[in-house]
């Protein structure tokens, strides 16, 4: 895949131009994604009804054209945090990943667990990785580099930030907990079937299909792992592991098992389970607005 070539979800659309006075170094980049979003649940604001909402906007285009709507200035200007499009990690990573490859920057996200963001657990989190013409470089964009942490947020070192095939292939050799990974510590929504369900996220986004963390499809629609083929993810994540360690071979096997099987493809309908939905999930046609 061409990390550098906008995907359906990044993809700014009618709204490109705003990306054009953008800053072109990524730490600039990041600062511009902050001034933009904010997080749904820790950012210092209430949100309800519609701004609740907008969490569910899958496409750039679309958070674009929310920021215009309470802003109407360019992207740099800054905003109150009242003003923020409401979002995630998800949200954070896909906004930089979108500029990045405007600018034609390779760029993609990664779907895993963060260790930094409470002690003593691992919260489900996205990051995006870019290219800068020697390796991969892993960015969380949605982090500021000037709080003090023991790493560099900018460029991070394996550890802080595991991916979900990571997580699983620990999980099932019995090195890791998988009740110190989810939402958060306590939370229903985490723990083995959970971060099961993440692999199967994380190559989706690997493959340019960047969906949100509660837009399921196939076997994620369930949280009863009875009769799941975890042999399947097993592979997926064996595969995903080998692929981060340069392993081309790997890389190209893990696309073609996303298209080609179908238990893992998704095909334009997901269940969704949104924290905006009240709890009323139903299965939807992702169809992306028109611009």
């Not at 994540?237 to 340069?246: I, Q, S």
Request: proline residues 5%.
């Amino acid at each position: 895949m061409d990390y550098a070539v906008q995907t359906e979800y990044s993809d700014p659309g009618v709204h490109a131009w705003l990306f054009d006075a953008l800053p072109d170094d990524v730490a600039g980049i990041a600062a511009v994604v902050r001034n933009l979003l904010i997080h749904y649940r820790a950012g210092g604001v209430e949100f309800t009804g519609d701004r609740l909402a907008e969490i569910d906007h899958r496409w750039v285009e679309v958070m674009l054209a929310t920021d215009q709507k309470h802003n109407g200035t360019a992207l740099a200007v800054p905003r109150e945090p009242v003003d923020h499009v409401a979002g995630c990690c998800r949200d954070y990573t896909l906004m930089f990943v979108s500029v990045l490859r405007h600018k034609g920057i390779p760029a993609r996200s990664r779907v895993g667990f963060g260790d930094y963001l409470a002690d003593g657990y691992s919260h489900d989190h996205v990051v995006a990785e870019y290219w800068n013409g020697d390796r991969w470089v892993m960015f969380d964009a949605q982090m500021d580099p000037a709080e003090v942490r023991s790493f560099d947020v900018q460029d991070m070192p394996r550890g802080p930030f595991r991916s979900a095939a990571e997580v699983w292939l620990g999980v099932r050799a019995g090195d890791l907990d998988p009740d110190l990974f989810g939402t958060g510590p306590g939370s229903p929504i985490g723990g083995t079937w959970f971060i099961r369900n993440y692999v199967h996220f994380q190559l989706a986004h690997l493959q340019g299909v960047e969906l949100l963390l509660w837009d399921n499809w196939g076997e994620l629609a369930d949280t009863d792992l009875t009769g799941a083929n975890l042999s399947l993810t097993d592979r997926i994540a064996e595969l995903m592991v080998a692929a981060d360690n340069g392993d081309e071979t790997a890389t190209e096997q893990l696309a073609d098992l996303y298209h080609t099987n179908p238990a893992l493809t998704f095909a334009g309908r997901a269940f969704v389970t949104s924290p905006a939905s009240d709890g009323k999930y139903t299965w939807i046609d992702l169809v992306r607005p028109a611009g």
